[in-house]
């Protein structure tokens, strides 16, 4: 048996074979992958049987039980998926500049697949599925860790995964790895990985951020907002706030901190009281909050730096937009913040001024995701400033190569006093 | 004084100030700039007259000292590469893709600024004025070290920038660095800096890249190739190869390792080997290339990962463009790698094949260059998979945000068998 690094290196050559491939071969395969999830069935719920029975045994919550399950619907789902990844557009050697230097010397920015990418997620065999099917799509070769909790089903899908797509990628390019001492070996190899993209807990992916040199995108806190302005419709805010609190409270997009304009804040916050009330919600509430929702508890200066990842929400007065814009800045995590307003010198403000990778206006935070974005679906959540921003699809996956084809033009021709001058035209391109 | 950890934490306010301002106000500003390098120039060439000085005392290479020398010339032409800078379309605010996801709900991708950027840079005090202005441009903050051989010029150049831009930017968003013990301490300093771009010696970028969580993009190796293939013009070969190594050598451009198809090797190598003589250019050869040079020098296996940075060139004759292609993916660094061929198949294969920043045909490897390629000016070239990749230009210090605006959206319309689909519609953007 190779060992770790082996096999990682050996995935340089699967990410070559993979940039090199067709449209078609990798389109073929995808839907091969799709075609063996449904043949194959009885064994991946076999696998997944023993890991459910295995996380009952060690007495995990149901939530977790819930993400683990492989159910039908979701393998259904999960098929679903592969054949709509195998009909988006090929993202490989899209033209995203054409500019002619001089003229018959052309430059052009071309899309081209990372190369290898590790990956790093929950307990969910269909997230193991998605991710497989956008690195294929897109070229990269992948190291897949998935949850623990999963192992047994992981182990399978990677090995049906790997059949399915053998007789159209003749090289190794999927490789799952399983303990935290593989995760750690792998950190350490700047050289044969090209990205990584964790998910996972706060703690966890700072980690990983902390004990790697290899680039990594992904997000640690989720600590999103929704500011109700002093324009707001106060209807919708109550909505909005219910929708992003409770829709999914877990999910790294939900609302933690709802900022309140005073202006609003006699209509909004008796509504919110009720509506939170009604859902389960606890509120951690500043002084001016309390006075409307008396069932809330005193907010600490902790909470408004808090992911509550439950049925909590921390709330606060401000006394003006300004004021809004610099909490989100202060105690916000740059994930997804919304304002609720009528007011279009408002909405631009806030767009303008909040340094998040989505910023909204009159829609639930909830929406951030890339499959709800039409990106396909995604990766992960980046709050990186560098690379993909946001919900990371297809795109995030690939880099650019520069291409520039000539008749033999020299720097020399082009320098100095009489050097040639660069006439640098764009192009009209795909 | 204030340590340097609270001046580079003052810095974010900068960079908000810089993000909301006005594409006028920074033009101006700008302009302001270069108005005031013209009328300080005594204070810039005294300061600059100290610097070589103390150079010439401690006895630096000319070329230093060449590069170290801010003259007219160079004064003049920074000005102009600033006024030129100010009248680039602004690189903030731009739409990159617009989507309907539903009616009237619209997402958005947006250009920003990324926010505070370290900058580290040989000893030059032009690069300082250029690097600076495409900050200001594209709405960055900016932490400066510059060879400490420019130290005085450095520091007056930061002072005329600083000062001219106060009217315009009411924030401190430039500041110098200038010790060892600076640069360790800010690299340390991942959240107050969100990107660094090290330009220098392999061995310093490396360092860099290697003590620090902040993200990085650069290039530490430039080992590029040009591959004379059995399909190519022999005349152009020879002028692309001259043009690439010996045009500037120290480049990180130039060419270091010459590929011969053995079908070329003898038409090729011996003009090559007459070119390179009347040029002071030493060929290390493999066996093959000494039978047609017997000039040249045994190569090593060294030889051919060796970034010579003067009038050296490792030269090796190849079986196949395929095994070009190997050649370069196992000993290059991803940099600029060039092929000489009349066949289309050729450039297609190595175009696709060939994983690098820069791939070009038919022309010099020291076309790699961000004034060349049309992109204003760069502050560097990066030969990272993440981000920007080849030269970066204004548009390398840009991140983007996702704005979506809707009338009262909530996830829970959109979910469940029964949940509104979304018809993601593709918009016109500019």
Redesign the interface.
């Known amino acids: 048996m190779a060992s770790l690094e082996e096999r990682i290196r050996n995935l340089r050559k699967g990410a070559?074979v993979l940039?090199?491939s067709s449209d078609d071969t990798r389109r073929n395969a995808l839907i091969a992958v799709a075609d063996a999830l449904l043949s194959r069935k009885d064994e991946i719920k076999a696998a997944n049987a023993a890991d459910i029975e295995r996380a009952k045994e060690k007495g995990v919550q149901p939530a977790l039980l819930h993400r683990l399950a492989f159910t039908d619907d979701k393998i259904a789902s999960a098929v679903k998926g592969l054949r709509e990844l195998s009909s988006l557009p090929d993202p490989v050697g899209r033209v995203r500049e054409k500019?002619e230097?001089d003229p018959g010397?052309v430059?052009e920015k071309m899309t081209?697949p990372?190369?290898v990418i590790a990956m790093i997620f929950e307990a969910r065999p269909d997230a193991l599925v998605q991710i497989a099917g956008l690195a294929l799509r897109s070229g990269n070769a992948v190291v897949l860790k998935g949850g623990s909790e999963a192992e047994a089903s992981n182990r399978v899908l990677v090995e049906i995964i790997r059949e399915a797509t053998a007789p159209y990628i003749n090289a190794e390019w999927i490789l799952g790895i399983e303990s935290h001492a593989d995760v750690s070996a792998m950190l350490r190899l700047d050289k044969d990985i090209?990205?990584v993209i964790p998910r996972g807990s706060n703690s966890f992916v700072r980690y990983v951020?902390?004990h790697t040199?290899i680039?990594v995108?992904g997000h640690s806190d989720g600590i999103c907002s929704v500011y109700v302005d002093a324009f707001a419709?106060i209807?919708?805010a109550v909505?909005?706030a219910?929708?992003s609190k409770v829709?999914?409270p877990a999910a790294c997009n939900a609302v933690e901190t709802i900022l309140v304009h005073k202006d609003a804040a006699p209509a909004f916050l008796p509504r919110l009281g009720e509506a939170f009330k009604a859902e389960g919600v606890l509120i951690h509430g500043d002084d001016e909050t309390r006075k409307h929702i008396p069932g809330a508890v005193a907010a600490s200066e902790a909470d408004f730096h808090t992911e509550f990842l439950g049925l909590e929400c921390a709330v606060k007065v401000v006394s003006s937009i300004e004021e809004a814009i610099c909490h989100i800045?202060e105690h916000g995590s740059h994930h997804t913040d919304a304002i609720v307003t009528m007011s279009e010198e408002s909405?631009k403000l806030f767009?303008?001024?909040v340094?998040?990778?989505?910023?909204?206006?009159?829609?639930?935070t909830?929406?951030?995701d890339g499959f709800?974005?039409?990106l396909g679906a995604e990766v992960g959540i980046s709050t990186?400033?560098?690379?993909a921003?946001?919900?990371v699809g297809l795109d995030g996956l690939m880099?650019?190569?520069?291409?520039?084809?000539?008749?033999?033009?020299?720097?020399?021709d082009?320098?100095g006093p009489d050097g040639k001058p660069?006439h640098?035209k764009e192009l009209p391109h795909a």
Chains 1, 2 share one sequence.
């Open positions: 070559l940039s090199l500019r230097l010397f430059l081209f990372i190369g090209d990205l951020m902390d040199h680039p995108i419709d209807d919708m909505r909005i219910v929708d829709q999914y800045a909405r767009f303008r001024s340094d998040s990778a989505d910023v909204f206006c009159n829609c639930s909830r929406f951030a709800r974005f039409g990186s400033k560098i690379h921003r946001g919900p880099t650019t190569k520069w291409l520039l084809s000539g008749n033999g033009e020299i720097v020399s082009y320098s660069f640098h």
